[in-house]
């Protein structure tokens, strides 16, 4: 999995819920470090922030789209009203999670998403 977030702390409280189920996680702090950090790995989900620095959430999960289409890329937003939503599902996110992240609902989206 990898976790593209800018905001340290935030990354942290993800890693830490995530490595309690065992599971491996790559970070990227901004978008280019996304997309090369995506291209060098086998990854199977991403979840990225949209407001992240060099190259903003949108156009890194474009890209990483264009490199492997069925990988599903969870957006990552404080901004959860019903137009972010609106969107995300015109801007061909997978799915989103609203800061502040509850844990259960994470875990429910990832796996809906790697399980299916």
């Known amino acids: 999995m990898l976790i593209v977030e800018d905001d340290e702390p935030g990354y942290r409280f993800y890693e830490a819920k995530l490595k309690k ?3 491996r996680i ?3 702090a901004n ?3 996304a997309i090369n950090v995506f291209k060098l790995n086998n990854i199977d989900i991403v979840i990225i922030n ?3 620095p060099v190259k903003e959430g ?3 999960k474009k890209e990483i789209k264009e490199i492997a ?3 599903p890329v969870i957006m990552l937003t404080a901004y959860a009203n019903h137009d972010s939503i609106r969107k995300v599902v015109k ?3 997978t ?3 609203s800061k502040p992240i509850e844990t259960e609902v994470m875990f429910s989206v990832l796996k809906k998403w790697l399980i299916g």
Do not use: Q, R
Request: proline share 0%; charged share 15%; hydrophobic share 45%.
């Open 21 to 23: 189920k065992g599971v």
């Open 58 to 60: 949108f156009t890194a």
């Open 91 to 93: 801007s061909g996110f």
């Open 50 to 52: 949209t407001m992240i």
């Open 26 to 28: 790559l970070h990227a």
């Open 95 to 97: 799915d989103y999670l």
């Open 31 to 33: 978008g280019n470090e």
């Open 69 to 71: 289409l069925d990988v």
